[in-house]
């Protein structure tokens, strides 16, 4: 579903409740948004839940009221998926988790000045980007969880935030140099289409991809079976992803498949149309 949400209209403000423990009870997060109206734990549906829209402008622009009302959009059944388990605290605290994540960020070459998108990536993610790289010229995350970018939001708040599906992800943040694919079995998309999006779309010239997964696959598999809902498909193997990337000006540079550890770096070798 397109999103709704731009970085400045996605406002979420955290509740006491969230700042007292925002590490330590990532389940229990809860946030408001615009108004005082609690959100439930992600799996958790709730009916009637209001946005609040400014009165002069249409959705995602940055333009708010001075006076006047508020009307207010009401959206039934929002449902968040339960994706606490990418930020659990025996992760976060895990020294070798942190260099894996390392890893996956440096294989990304950022620069200063580079353009970067982060797809369903976790918070602690986002943290070990923000911290370890060299300052960008745009870091937006994409994620279709209000939960995990409101986290993300709260701490960065330059960072860009949208909230929705990869492929309806605004060109205006067009084009990118850098694209991590961070949960890439979460894609509700098969990965010729994902990579036909980013190429005729997104990347520019000599723009890296990289996909990833910081435990590998068995852990993977671990995960589908508590996560189905969150987990709809698999690591591309080496064969699938080399004939992925030809097929749309992808040249495979780095590719591991270890039982603890996934990384696949692609480079974009063809300008964008």
Do not use: T
Not at 58 to 83: A, L, M, R, T
Not at 129 to 135: A, E, G, K, R
Not at 138 to 151: A, N, R, T, Y
Not at 203 to 229: F, M, N, T, W
Request: include cysteine; hydrophobic fraction near 35%; aromatic fraction near 10%.
């Amino acid at each position: 579903m397109n999103s709704l949400f731009s970085p400045s209209s996605l406002n979420l403000s955290p509740s006491p409740y969230h700042r007292q423990n925002m590490r330590s009870n990532r389940r229990n997060r809860r946030y408001q948004l615009g108004c005082p109206l609690p959100l439930p734990h992600p799996s958790l549906s709730h009916n009637s839940l209001h946005i609040i829209i400014p009165r002069s402008s249409p959705v995602g622009e940055d333009i708010y009221p001075n006076e006047g009302s508020i009307p207010v959009i009401e959206f039934q059944d929002i449902i968040e998926k339960d994706w606490s388990f990418l930020d659990s605290d025996d992760l976060v605290f895990s020294q070798d988790y942190s260099h894996k994540l390392d890893r996956i960020i440096a294989s990304g070459q950022i620069e200063s000045g580079s353009r970067v998108m982060v797809s369903a990536g976790a918070e602690g993610f986002v943290d070990r980007l923000v911290d370890s790289s060299s300052p960008c010229n745009l870091l937006l995350v994409v994620h279709d969880s209000l939960f995990v970018l409101g986290g993300i939001k709260e701490k960065y708040d330059k960072v860009k935030c949208w909230q929705g599906e990869l492929l309806y992800v605004p060109e205006k943040w067009a084009p990118l140099d850098v694209v991590f694919l961070y949960f890439l079995p979460a894609l509700p998309f098969g990965l010729d289409q994902v990579l036909g999006l980013l190429a005729k779309h997104y990347c520019s010239p000599g723009a890296r991809l990289v996909i990833s997964h910081p435990q590998g696959r068995e852990v993977l598999e671990q995960q589908r079976k508590k996560y189905p809902d969150v987990i709809i498909s698999d690591l591309p193997d080496k064969s699938v992803l080399q004939k992925a990337a030809s097929d749309h000006s992808f040249d495979l540079v780095e590719f591991v498949d270890d039982n603890g550890f996934y990384l696949a770096v692609l480079k974009f070798s063809s300008a964008r149309d």
